[in-house]
């Protein structure tokens, strides 16, 4: 079952005209991006106040720091990737600590650009394969609403396709306006009501000038909230005041001259949040109208092998590669393993393969984690290293909570290729969180890949 790409991701590219920074710009579009430059760092805010943007490469010789100070006291949530063509050190550094995602050393790798987007602003496409029945039942049953108006809830573990799931559902419902995210995981309570619903001149100290809302950015469109039971309980409230006032799930406001269309996901149960008192019943019941459950790729059977087909034909195309098979050994593997990243972790995990293949084969020995360490056996624990409980503790006896803890984050963050919402998730924690640990870690002198 295949959507097309109709909706692609849309990057800033803050630095340099000529530079080889530019020349992410091309490799950015190759792996589905809407690429706008910029060479100044006003005039990148100034775009970002209007229209908005899914993220932003900024090139490390500007002030990346003073950028990313700017866009928080604006109230941004914005990722930021930082670039640099043989950068200090220091610099990369700075970025990550001022708050930048993630660091792309250039001159830039096709394959690193595209992880770099996937990991951060997942992809544009709607490409959404498989025949397990319970996909293809909420795939059928996703597009067969897609030309309501009412709000669209779209449930499912971390990594399993909620977004590529909403997205084929606003391309099948043919609205005329655009496709937006905006993410409430890890994102404050100021930041996020910026995001959604903007704010005039002077509304606080660092409102220098109106800012355009996504849901006035989605008029005429779909305004795709992820993890929407991350958001606070004020923003819950105005939200639930514009679904009053609009009609059928449909939100606007005085400004925007067209509603749009929402859609949320969630990989949490919201029904559990509401009788914790965490979540607003009333929302709850406008989005429960229709729900889409995507079902984990643990349960898909035979799908793990056409999605890991798929993945290996895209990546060898994208890097000039002859499209390698996938021995049975290596399908055994893959087939065994319980995927607690999804479809996103398989993705990742056969990118892998493809630089590894021999001979035209993806073997069982091409088959491994972040690292290069080998799935299956070799690199879980035997039954004798499990507790009555069954929590792994060899090796643990004689290790502070302080070096258990730092294990497990790095550890489950190498496992999930990088991906820190899918490691929070799978650790219960937050994204701001995650992101706090891993910058406490980097202060202490532990060496942390900047994922």
């Not at 514009?242 to 406001?253: N, W």
């Not at 019943?281 to 429960?288: I, K, P, T, V």
């Not at 496992?415 to 640990?437: D, E, F, P, W």
Request: hydrophobic letters at 45%.
């Amino acid at each position: 079952m295949v959507n097309k790409e109709q909706t692609p991701v849309r990057m800033l590219l803050l630095g340099k005209a000529g530079s080889a920074f530019r020349l992410a710009a091309d490799m950015a579009i190759e792996a589905g991006a809407e690429v706008t430059p910029f060479d100044d760092a006003q005039a990148a805010i100034d775009h970002l106040r209007v229209t908005g943007s899914d993220m932003v490469m900024a090139d490390v010789d500007l002030d990346v720091p003073a950028f990313i100070g700017q866009l928080r006291a604006e109230r941004f949530a914005v990722p930021v990737l930082a670039c640099g063509i043989a950068a200090p050190a220091e610099r990369a550094v700075a970025a990550i600590r001022a708050g930048a995602k993630d660091y792309v050393p250039l001159p830039p790798d096709r394959e690193l650009i595209a992880a770099a987007i996937a990991s951060v602003a997942r992809r544009g496409r709607t490409e959404i394969i498989g025949q397990c029945p319970a996909l293809v039942q909420a795939m059928h049953f996703g597009l067969a609403m897609a030309p309501a108006s009412a709000a669209i809830l779209v449930r499912g573990d971390a990594g399993t396709g909620k977004e590529m799931m909403a997205r084929a559902i606003h391309d099948a419902s043919r609205r005329d306006g655009p496709f937006v995210t905006v993410e409430c995981g890890g994102v404050s309570e100021d930041m996020l009501h910026a995001e959604l619903f903007g704010y005039e001149k002077g509304a606080f100290d660092g409102a220098v000038s109106r800012r355009t809302g996504r849901i006035e950015q989605a008029r005429l469109g779909t305004l795709f909230i992820r993890e929407i039971g991350g958001m606070a309980p004020s923003v819950q409230a105005r939200l639930m005041d514009l679904l009053r006032e609009g009609r059928s799930g449909m939100l606007s406001t005085a400004r925007t001259g067209g509603a749009a269309r929402l859609i949320a996901s969630s990989s949490v149960e919201l029904r559990q949040l509401v009788a914790d008192g965490h979540f607003r019943a009333d929302l709850l019941n406008h989005l429960g109208m229709i729900e889409v459950t995507l079902p984990p790729l643990r349960s898909r059977g035979s799908d793990i092998g056409l999605l890991a087909a798929a993945f290996a034909s895209e990546a060898a195309q994208r890097d000039g590669l002859p499209v390698p098979s996938i021995s049975p050994d290596a399908l055994h593997l893959l087939q065994a393993h319980d995927w607690p990243g999804n479809v996103r972790e398989l993705e990742a995990v056969m990118v892998r393969a493809v630089l590894l293949a021999r001979g035209g084969t993806i073997t069982a020995q091409a088959i491994v984690l972040q690292d290069g360490r080998q799935f299956g056996a070799s690199a879980m624990p035997t039954a004798a290293q499990f507790d009555a409980n069954g929590l792994p503790v060899d090796g643990l006896v004689g290790r502070s909570m302080a070096d258990v803890e730092r294990a497990l984050i790095l550890q489950t963050l190498e496992h999930c290729s990088g991906n820190r919402t899918t490691a929070s998730t799978i650790l219960g924690i937050s994204v701001r969180t995650m992101r706090n640990k891993l910058r406490s870690f980097i202060d202490a002198g532990y060496s942390v890949a900047p994922f």
